[in-house]
Structure formats: structure tokens, C-alpha cells
């Protein structure tokens, strides 16, 4: 090791000596004791995280950058008349947008940084939905990780300020339409509404406090917060040791994997540079929010297929679903057809997100940790809800679309529209059923494959004539994925009476629970057991032949050929 | 027009190959055909030509005089330039019953619609169609246009002019192939949903300046691709298809064994 | 209820409920791990990733210094150009150093599966234990079980000492919290009872009755506004809409036939869902079409919502004309306009 504090022959004495230094004063081999070696389980999907970590990086570099030439200023001056675009020339817009158009124009690399900021910002957010599906299929939010589900969860929602509050500050017709629906929707809130636009905006809208107070919010307070949020969720990764999936030789107690140094240092360190490529291609090549194309913020304009980036569009999609509604009571008035969609479902939406870990809970009484993770299949009910969820938001994303989908499909902009109002109620359970269905049927099959072995594509005939396919057993390795994970069973409990015939109190709850549970848990297939196996080939023909017949079926083969 | 040159390579370029090519043949027809020499000012000989044209192809719809009837608009008074940018722009003969006439490939050449228009604004005055100054782009202000265009076009042509859904299955066209001269007639008569934009409304000069802003937008993208112009919607589709395609192969990679 | 199996073995040997963990499979050589030349192939891709990297971020920089996007030299073009050299230049060198990087890991080095043991993360009970002690410890010697009004000062001092943070903070958030600013425009008559002229936005020119013909469609503004200190924020509520009928199509009630001119109507731009400029205006059926949430309103009914989202019809403007022909606001709207809000019919 190379913090060995008395240096062999072999260590280099100028990386002894640093060691030393660093450990005399820092205490880094015990760090390095306790860390150096961690192991990591190896799987695409646990990189999905690190996609989102990765990003973030990137999001501040190229923010950095970013905030050296960007005004966030309301201030009204005019474009200069020999600065490029010539469609802007002359004409009066905010300093904000000016030298968002400055910075794009005439500094060296400034609109690379931009589009590199902007794509980040949307992989950002996708990766972390994109990671937090992984954790949902996968049960990884199980005990003892529901908190760091939780804090996963509010990095989710912090992005999202820091996506809107991002978009809002160039002070384009987009992002300041952007902030005039924000301004609606804050509005129809009941009895604080216009206090609370007030607030927001300083005034009335659009004022001219909006863009520097986003600008705080966003290169400031809301980053900030993203780190600490971070730190506290990768401390958690180290500290619970990272989930692994099922596989020979992993169990609830053990950690399968390589060491963090040499080899995640190298994948992990790699996956930075490969993330910041991929990003860095993406802003160098493909054009994204060009505010140049909009123009400055004027409130009296909008364009055709405005819509905001792609993880606000939910929410602009459940705006376009709604009906007309509007109720005025005892002469205040409550626009239902605002704060239904931008408000209620939203609100939902994300509570049963955040609470799905303890809703878990609710369902199986958990008690053990949970290291090994589900296959989805292996979770039907699960894999079933969130399947349905996210069958909602794909309803709502294109709801979102709706114009671009009439425009590009020749369809009707109203029929469309209905047609979602419907999806947004029917998909769900669709998708729920068929979804609960293809778990078992995966299960199912699960189980063929351990009792019958794989087909081998061999037709053989025996000496009494009959003819067999040949089916290669499987190995005690592949074997024990299928056969391994047990399935969750619903909930026991208590009869209603004790055994001297008195009530329990506290019964009716725990039937309650009882029957959630069974909702989860009742239906279920149930994995190939040691003595269904052996039954399967005491009576099957389909698995591998005797030695002996073996040999037989070969020779028949070579002659037949 | 050096803009247009400049931007040879974009999708302009069929647009402009097609209009010399029209052009081309109008002139070869010309020289042709004596008769119908000075094409462009409407002589007698275009007014008969072009009502023998109104007969053969457009009578059956709009009637023997233009009058129209219950479901077909009456002609008489709607003036050249919409005659022009309905035939050339291929909107008419209209084929299949729609929400909207669309753009097709033109069945008549310029000079063809030009002797259908001339025909038909001697029937009641209306708009004319513009000379070539009128709609040349070098001399509007494109800045100027960018202004007007946001106010009075984009919200249903788009930003750049890439088109938008109107209700029931209509449509706000693309303008990304439109010539200056259909635009300016698109504007001064007002095709189907299209509103009015009469000279008191923009003025001749306000329609040269959005002309320019829509030629300006044709050049090359200073961000890359531009993805289809779409904004943001298009936008999370690449980041998706693209980054996400990128980004898990290599997660993938990266977690496979290596042989 | 889905126990899938009939158990017909006959066997007498008694099986397991279920199958052991097989343990770790053998680990599978790589070629590189047997055969030096395959090895020695993936160090040299390897050294060759770095050095495209290098070559990458070399050319980025050199496209920086090389290609000037200042007003004088620049043009759309070589702002385009300088973004993709630039860019392009630094992502190879990024992902040139990953790839390098992961491949060396993938190909160089140990690739044998390392097995490490969990521990409980719950403390066990002598922790426990030791812990639940310490802490009964520290509340005897902070003795304040026996204080309870001592508990309640610190509650409420700690409960009151952001508020003086707070306070302030919100408190000047809203500037002068007038909100009841959202009911009024800047088409109110001035002060010395001169009505509003109609003028076309962006071009401020005032607009004469017979210049709007039937079919067309205007962008209208408060003359002047432009001139107004809180430009944005009145603009953002005084734009109207602008267009004439057939008389004939024009359903108007009793009390509204003098709020048009000669089937010249005016309605608010500003759309009463979540505000955004209503300004898509289909000639032949007189709807006018919210781009952002696609409510539809019918203008020749007194713009009354027919599809969509928005709750209410779209305010109208009264409107007249003066003696010159040009069109004046008869005085503000009636009712507030733009998105509702709680106080909004009080």
C-alpha cells in the first residue's frame, strides 16, 4: 500500500513522503484502510446514478462559465446595431437577454457552454427519474434505504426548481411564458394566490425583480442544496454498501464485486469523462433553446409548439387535458380548471412517489434488510403500479404535445385532445393488468426453464422410435437466479379473538393492513423447489439422456446425416 | 437574394431550383408562343387565356363566372395575388375534401396562374400581385420584421416560421419553402384561416421587413442542428434518443464482462 | 392460489424447502489474461484512446484561438463553426480519457470477483445499550427533566428567532402588496378624462375604424404605452385583440351592442386560464385559439369559451370611435382580465 508508513524498498520515496505528510496531518490511512478497497457490485443500471451525478458537474463547470458573461438584469436597453444576430439589431429587449445573446454570439465557446448547460440540464433530470425507476423495479428503496430514497426524492424536486428557474432567466418569449403560466398557476391558489404572485414576482407580473431573484435561486440557494443533498446521499450509499442483484454467491450478507482502487477508480473516474464527452459532443452539435430564434420577452407573444423543457411538459399536458371549470364561492373565485391539473395532480403524483417506500412497509410489515434486489418480474403488484404510473406520464408528456402530435400525424387538434382525457383514466388500469399478467407469465416461464432445461434445438430417435428434443439441463450457477429470490407472502395476523374469547383490540386495523397486503401479495408464483426438480426429471424425457442413450441418440444422429 | 444563394444546401434549395425551373418553362413558352409575350403585364390575350383555363379547370367548383356557390367561395373581387398564391402554391385545384386545401405540387406553371389571375381580377378589383421589389428581402429590416413577425405571425407559424396546429385538424403551413412573393400574398389576402393583413394593418414595408426576418432564419443554424425547430418538446426527444442512447450503451459497456 | 405444481414424486429421500447458494462460479480467464499478445494489443488501444484525447483538446484550443466570432470578423457561420471545433474538440478529449480509462480497467486489470461481508446496520444491543446509557447520562447532567418551563423558553426562543429574518424578507418580497393593481389596465380614461386610442402593437400606430376590414386581424395596444414607466407589466394586461364581422355573424346581448363599432370588436389578448397571449385567430369560424393550452374561444359570442381549459369567456373591451375616425377604449374592461384569482369578483 502506498501510505505504508514505513516505506519498503519498492515504494517510490516522493509517494512515501506525500503519504506522510497527508497522514500525519489528515489521517488519510485509515481513510484509506477503511475505503480503499470497498467493493462494488458491477451492473449498467447502478451506473444510472452516477449518470445523474456526473451531469451535475458538468451543470456547475459550464454554469461557472456561464455566469462570467450573463447579465441578470431586467434593465431595458437596446441590442447593439453592429452585433450579431442582424434580427435582434436595434431593438429594445432586457440586459439579461442581451448578453444571453452576447454571450452566444461574439464570446469565443460561450454558445458551446450554453447548449452544454442546457443538454446537461436535461440529462441531469432524466438520468435522475430514469435512476429512481431503477430503484422502484428493482426494490432498492426496501429497508434499511427508505431515507435515502427519500433524500434521492428531494433532489428530484430541487432539480426541478433549478430546471425552471434556469430556463426563466434568459428572458426570452419562451422562459418569460414560462413564468406568466408559473404566475397563473400561483394565482388560482385560494386566498394567499395574488400574495403570492406578489411575492414571487415583486409585483405584478412580469415587474423587474423576477430575473435577478431566479438568479439567486438558481446559481446559489438551489445548487447548494443539491450538494449537500449529495454528499449526504452518496455518505449513504457508502455507509448502507451498495445493493447487488441476485446471483451465485451474493446474499443479504455479502458484497460481490470489484475494489473501489484500482478498479472503480478507473470505471467510475472513466464514466465521468465519458458522461462529460457525450454531453460535451451533444452541445457542440445539436442546437438547443435558441433564444436568438424567440426573441426578447414581450408579453403580448406567444409562438405556435410553446412548451416548456421535458420534465416540466407533464405538467403542461395535465393543463391541456382539463375541461373549462370555474366555481365562484359566496363570491371568491376558485379556478378549478388551474389548480386541479397544476396543483392537485402534480401534488399527488408526488406524494405517492415519495411515500412509495413506507406505502412498502405498510404492505409487508418488513422487518430484515434488504441487499439483494427484486427482478421486476419477481415484484408483479410493484412492477405493476409502476408500470401504470409512468403510463400516466407518458399520457401526460404527450398531452403536452398535442399541437406537434396534429400537426405531424395530420390529426385533429380536439380529437386528440379527448382521446387523452380518456387514456389518462383507461391507460392506467390497461397497463396495471397487463403488465401484473406478463410478470407471472415471465415467472412462469422462469419456472419451464429450471424444470425442462433449455431446448437444444436437437431432435433425437430413440431405439423404441420415438423421437425427443434434447434439453441441456441448467447449471447450479443459472439455476439459482431462478430458483433464489423467495416471493413476498401477504401479511398473518392475529385472530379476531384471543384464545379466551376476548376481542383484540386494535383488530379491524390489522385486517385493514391484511387486505392491502393481499392486494400486493396473494397472487403469486411460486419458485421451482429441490423436489419439484427431482419430480420433473424422474418423469420427464426432455432433460439431458443417460450417458448410455447419449451415446445411442449421437450414432443415430451420424447416420441419419 | 444573396441570403438565398448562401443557403444552397438547405432546404430551400428545391424551392429555388423549382421556381427557376418554372420560370424556365414559363420563358420557354413564351418564346414559343408569341401571342402571350409580355407575360407579366395582363393583356387581353392573358384574360382570355387565363378564362379558357378558368373554364377547363376550375368551373366546376366555382362556377361558369366565379360566382361561387353555398360551399365554394365566389372569386369575383378576391384579386390576383390570392388567384396566384392559391394556383401556384398547388393549394388549388384543391384535390380531396379536407379540413384545409394544402400545399401540393403545382398543376400550372407562373405564367399559367398569372393569365388565371389576370383573368379573374378583371372581374372585380382586389389585391394585386406584388412586383419584385415589393418582396425583395435585401431591402426590408430584418429586426424590424422579427418584431412584427412575433406579434402577428408566430403564434400560429411558429417562431421560425415551422408551422402549428390550428383546432379541428387545420393547420398553420410551414414557411421554411414559401417564396417572398407567396408570403406577401398569403398576407395581403388572407388564405383560408388565415386572417387579413391589410396595408393599414402592416404596410407595405412592415411585409417587406417580416419577408426579410423569414429569409434571415434560413441561414445555417449557429448551434448545429436545429433538430426540426421545434423547441423544447423536440429537444427532450434527442436528449433521450441521443444522450440517453449514448450515455446507457456506455453504462453498458462498462458493466459487461470483458472476454 | 397458484401453487403450481402436483407433487407426484414418489421419492422417499426428503428434499430441501429450497436450494442452497451455489457460491461464486469459476472466473472465466479473459483472452488477455492467457495470451501476452492480446494483452500487450489492449495497452497499445489503450495508449492510442489517450492520444486521439490529446489530439482533441489540442485542436479544441487551437479552433478557439483560430476562429474570431467578434462583431467586426463574425458572422452566424463562424460562430457555428468555432461552437463545433471548440466543442467537438472537448468532448473527444473527455471521452477519449474515459474510454481509455474503462477499457485499461476492462482489459488490464485483475477482473476476479472480490466478496466482502455486510454488517447489520443497526447497532447490536451492547451498542445499543452503551448508547441509550450515555444519553440518559447527558439528560441527568443537563438536568432538565426537572425544568419543564425551562424547556418551553428554548422552544420558544429557538420557534422565534428566525422570525425577525423572515419577516422582513417576505415582508418586502411583494413590493407594495396593492393587489387589487390586477383589476385595473392602462385603458382607463387619464386623469383629465381623455379616452384611450387603440394603436397597433408593435408598430404604436393609431387605427382608424374603416382600415379594419372585415377578415383582418389586429394586434392592439394602448397608444403610447411604450411611454408608460411600468411598460411590461401594463402591456402585460392591456393588449387587445382586434377584429371586424359580418354585423350579421355578431351575437351581441342588449347590454353589449354599444361596446362594438360598426361589428368591430375587441377582446382582451390575455388569456383567462394562466395568462398567456390568446392570439391565433381562425378567419373562417371566428374562434381564437390559446397556443399554450389550446382553450378555444368563440368570437362572434362574445368570445365564450367552446373547448379547452380556460373557465371564462375573454373580457371585451368597449370601444368608439373619435371624430377623426380613429378608435378609442370607452373606458377599462368591466371585470379583471387574465387568469382568475381568489378576490377577482370582489
Redesign the interface.
Known amino acids: 500500500m502506498t501510505t505504508d508508513l514505513a516505506p519498503g524498498p519498492k515504494v517510490d520515496p516522493k509517494i512515501a513522503a506525500t503519504a506522510d505528510f497527508l497522514d500525519t496531518r489528515l489521517g488519510i490511512s485509515k481513510m484509506f484502510k477503511g475505503l480503499g478497497r470497498k467493493l462494488f457490485p458491477d451492473h449498467w443500471s447502478f451506473l444510472l446514478g452516477e449518470i445523474a451525478l456526473y451531469s451535475f458537474i458538468v451543470l456547475i463547470i459550464s454554469g461557472t462559465f456561464l455566469t462570467m458573461f450573463f447579465v441578470p438584469s431586467m434593465t431595458e436597453i437596446h441590442y447593439p446595431h453592429d452585433a450579431l444576430p442582424v434580427t435582434m439589431q436595434g431593438q429594445p429587449m432586457s440586459e439579461a437577454f442581451a448578453s444571453t445573446l452576447n454571450l452566444s454570439f461574439h464570446v469565443r465557446g460561450g454558445l458551446f457552454m450554453r447548449q452544454l448547460h442546457h443538454w446537461s440540464a436535461l440529462i441531469f433530470v432524466g438520468a435522475m427519474v430514469i435512476h429512481m425507476l431503477r430503484i422502484l423495479f428493482t426494490g432498492a428503496f426496501r429497508k434499511p434505504r427508505e431515507i435515502n430514497y427519500l433524500i434521492g426524492f428531494l433532489m428530484l424536486i430541487t432539480s426541478l426548481l433549478a430546471g425552471l428557474t434556469g430556463y426563466s432567466l434568459p428572458d426570452d418569449v419562451l422562459s418569460g411564458n414560462g413564468l406568466r403560466i408559473t404566475d397563473g398557476v400561483v394565482r388560482s391558489i385560494p386566498i394567499i394566490g395574488s400574495y403570492l404572485s406578489f411575492m414571487v414576482f415583486g409585483g405584478e407580473f412580469p415587474g423587474m425583480d423576477v430575473v435577478p431573484r431566479m438568479y439567486a435561486l438558481h446559481i446559489l440557494f438551489i445548487p447548494g442544496l443539491i450538494l449537500a443533498l449529495v454528499a449526504v446521499h452518496l455518505f449513504l450509499v457508502f455507509w448502507h454498501k451498495h445493493t447487488q442483484y441476485p446471483g451465485p454467491g451474493r446474499t443479504n450478507k455479502n458484497v460481490v464485486g470489484f475494489p473501489l482502487f484500482p478498479i472503480y477508480v478507473a470505471k467510475a473516474g472513466g464514466f465521468f469523462f465519458i458522461v462529460f464527452g457525450i454531453l460535451g459532443l451533444m452541445g457542440a452539435t445539436m442546437s438547443i433553446n435558441n433564444v436568438w430564434n424567440y426573441g426578447p420577452f414581450d408579453p403580448a407573444l406567444v409562438g405556435a409548439g410553446a412548451q416548456p423543457d421535458w420534465y416540466m411538459l407533464f405538467l403542461e399536458g395535465s393543463l391541456r387535458l382539463m375541461p373549462s371549470w370555474e366555481v365562484v364561492i359566496a363570491g371568491f373565485t376558485v379556478p378549478m380548471s388551474v389548480l386541479i391539473p397544476a396543483v392537485v395532480v402534480p401534488g399527488v403524483l408526488f406524494t405517492v412517489l415519495g411515500a412509495y417506500p413506507f406505502i412498502h412497509n405498510y404492505a409487508t410489515k418488513d422487518t430484515g434488510e434488504h441487499h439483494v434486489l427484486d427482478r421486476p418480474r419477481n415484484a408483479p403488484t410493484r412492477t405493476a403500479i409502476i408500470v401504470a404510473v409512468l403510463s400516466v406520464f407518458f399520457v401526460l408528456l404527450a398531452a403536452g404535445s398535442n399541437d406537434l402530435i396534429a400537426t405531424h400525424f395530420s390529426l385533429s387538434l380536439n380529437a386528440i385532445t379527448w382521446a387523452f382525457r380518456v387514456l389518462f383514466f383507461v391507460l392506467p388500469v390497461v397497463a396495471f393488468i397487463v403488465t401484473k399478467r406478463v410478470c407471472y407469465g415471465l415467472q412462469r416461464k422462469d419456472r419451464e426453464l429450471v424444470l425442462h432445461g433449455h431446448e437444444t434445438g436437437r431432435v433425437v430417435r430413440f431405439a423404441s422410435g420415438e423421437y425427443a428434443e434434447v434439453h441441456k439441463p441448467l447449471d447450479d450457477f443459472e439455476r439459482w437466479v431462478l430458483v433464489g429470490p423467495q416471493p413476498e407472502r401477504p401479511l398473518e395476523i392475529e385472530p379476531a379473538e384471543d384464545s379466551n374469547g376476548v376481542r383484540r383490540p386494535g383488530h379491524k386495523k390489522e385486517l385493514r393492513r391484511q387486505k392491502f397486503s393481499r392486494f400486493f401479495y396473494e397472487e403469486r408464483v411460486e419458485p421451482v423447489t429441490p423436489a419439484e426438480l427431482v419430480a420433473a426429471h424422474a418423469t420427464g424425457a426432455h432433460d439431458a439422456l443417460p450417458a448410455s442413450e447419449e451415446r445411442d441418440a449421437r450414432e443415430l444422429e451420424a447416420r441419419t446425416h | 437574394m444573396k441570403a438565398l444563394a448562401a443557403s444552397r444546401r438547405h432546404r430551400l434549395a428545391p424551392v429555388i431550383l423549382m421556381t427557376l425551373a418554372l420560370f424556365l418553362t414559363g420563358a420557354v413558352y413564351a418564346a414559343l408562343a408569341p401571342s402571350s409575350a409580355q407575360a407579366n403585364t395582363a393583356g387581353a390575350d392573358d384574360i382570355e387565356e387565363g378564362r379558357r383555363l378558368f373554364i377547363t379547370n376550375c368551373s366546376t367548383c366555382h362556377g361558369m363566372s366565379a360566382e361561387g356557390s353555398d360551399t365554394v367561395p365566389s372569386l369575383i373581387g378576391v384579386g390576383a395575388a390570392s388567384v396566384h398564391f392559391q394556383v401556384i402554391t398547388g393549394r388549388m385545384p384543391m384535390d380531396a375534401d379536407s379540413p384545409q386545401a394544402g400545399a401540393k405540387p403545382p398543376q400550372f406553371t407562373d405564367e399559367q396562374a398569372r393569365q388565371l389571375a389576370a383573368y379573374i381580377a378583371s372581374l372585380g378589383p382586389g389585391p394585386g400581385i406584388p412586383d419584385e421589389e415589393t418582396v425583395d428581402p435585401a431591402l426590408g429590416n430584418a429586426a424590424e420584421g422579427m418584431q412584427l413577425f412575433r406579434t402577428n405571425c408566430a403564434m400560429c407559424h411558429n417562431f421560425v416560421g415551422a408551422g402549428g396546429a390550428l383546432t379541428n385538424g387545420k393547420y398553420a403551413p410551414a414557411l421554411d419553402d414559401s417564396t417572398p412573393t407567396e408570403i406577401y400574398e398569403a398576407m395581403i389576402t388572407g388564405p383560408q384561416s388565415m386572417p387579413v393583413f391589410n396595408n393599414a394593418n402592416l404596410t407595405e414595408e412592415d411585409k417587406r421587413n417580416i419577408i426579410a426576418f423569414l429569409v434571415a432564419q434560413r441561414e445555417p443554424n449557429p448551434g448545429g442542428f436545429t433538430l426540426g425547430s421545434l423547441g423544447s418538446v423536440s429537444e427532450g426527444v434527442w436528449a433521450f434518443l441521443v444522450g440517453f442512447g449514448l450515455l446507457i450503451g456506455a453504462a453498458v459497456w462498462i458493466g459487461a464482462r470483458s472476454s | 392460489?397458484?401453487?403450481?405444481?402436483t407433487?407426484?414424486?414418489t421419492?422417499v429421500?426428503e428434499?430441501?424447502?429450497?436450494?442452497t447458494?451455489?457460491?461464486?462460479?469459476p472466473h472465466?480467464p479473459?483472452?488477455g489474461d492467457e495470451d501476452p499478445k492480446a494483452n500487450k494489443l489492449s495497452e497499445r488501444i489503450v495508449l492510442a484512446i489517450f492520444t486521439v484525447s490529446v489530439l482533441a483538446s489540442i485542436a479544441s484550443i487551437v479552433g478557439?484561438f483560430a476562429?474570431p466570432?467578434?462583431?467586426?470578423a463574425?458572422?452566424?457561420?463562424n460562430?457555428?463553426l468555432?461552437?463545433?471545433v471548440?466543442?467537438?474538440g472537448?468532448?473527444?478529449?473527455?471521452?477519449?480519457?474515459?474510454?481509455?480509462?474503462?477499457h485499461?480497467?476492462?482489459?488490464l486489470?485483475?477482473?476476479h470477483?472480490?466478496?466482502?461481508?455486510?454488517h447489520?446496520?443497526?447497532g447490536d444491543e451492547e451498542t445499543r445499550g452503551t448508547a441509550v446509557e450515555m444519553f440518559n447520562e447527558g439528560v441527568r447532567d443537563a438536568s432538565i427533566a426537572r425544568r419543564p418551563l425551562l424547556k418551553g423558553a428554548v422552544g420558544g426562543a429557538l420557534a422565534l428567532a428566525p422570525l425577525p429574518f423572515l419577516v422582513p424578507l417576505?415582508g418586502n418580497?411583494?413590493?407594495?402588496?396593492d393587489?387589487s393593481?390586477?383589476k385595473r389596465t392602462a385603458w382607463a380614461p387619464g386623469d383629465n378624462g381623455d379616452r384611450v386610442y387603440l394603436a397597433?402593437?408593435?408598430?404604436n400606430r393609431r387605427?382608424?375604424a374603416a382600415?379594419?376590414?372585415v377578415?383582418?386581424?389586429?394586434?392592439v395596444?394602448p397608444w403610447n404605452l411604450p411611454e408608460h414607466p411600468?411598460?411590461?407589466?401594463e402591456?402585460?394586461?392591456a393588449?387587445v385583440l382586434l377584429?371586424r364581422l359580418d354585423p350579421q355573424d355578431l351575437k351581441e346581448t342588449e347590454e353589449r351592442a354599444s361596446w362594438s363599432y360598426d361589428g368591430i370588436v375587441a377582446y382582451s389578448?390575455?388569456c383567462t386560464?394562466?395568462?398567456?397571449?390568446v392570439?391565433?385567430?381562425?378567419?373562417?369560424?371566428h374562434?381564437l385559439?390559446c397556443?399554450?393550452?389550446?382553450?378555444?374561444f368563440d368570437v362572434t359570442d362574445e368570445a365564450k369559451?367552446v373547448?379547452?381549459?380556460?373557465?371564462?369567456a375573454l373580457p371585451q373591451l368597449p370601444i368608439d370611435v373619435d371624430e377623426n375616425g380613429y378608435l378609442v377604449a370607452q373606458r377599462d374592461f368591466d371585470e379583471p382580465i387574465?387568469?382568475?384569482?381568489?378576490?377577482?369578483?370582489?
Not at chain 3, 338 to 346: Q, T
Open positions: 392460489m397458484t401453487i403450481e405444481h407433487d407426484r414424486s421419492d429421500v428434499h430441501p424447502e429450497q436450494f447458494n451455489p457460491g461464486l462460479p472465466r479473459r483472452l478557439y476562429i466570432v467578434d462583431p467586426e463574425g458572422s452566424m457561420g460562430t457555428r468555432s461552437t463545433i471548440i466543442g467537438v472537448l468532448g473527444l478529449g473527455m471521452l477519449g480519457i474515459g474510454v481509455a480509462a474503462i485499461w480497467a476492462k482489459s486489470m485483475n477482473d470477483d472480490k466478496v466482502e461481508e455486510r447489520e446496520i443497526a417576505i418580497l411583494g413590493g407594495d402588496w393587489v393593481r390586477f397597433t402593437d408593435p408598430t387605427i382608424k382600415e379594419v376590414t377578415g383582418s386581424l389586429f394586434h395596444m411600468n411598460y411590461l407589466d402591456k402585460a394586461k393588449v377584429v389578448k390575455i386560464h394562466v395568462g398567456c397571449p392570439a391565433l385567430y381562425e378567419r373562417e369560424t374562434h385559439l397556443p399554450c393550452h389550446q382553450s378555444t369559451v373547448f379547452g381549459p380556460a373557465g371564462r387574465g387568469p382568475s384569482f381568489w378576490e377577482r369578483e370582489r
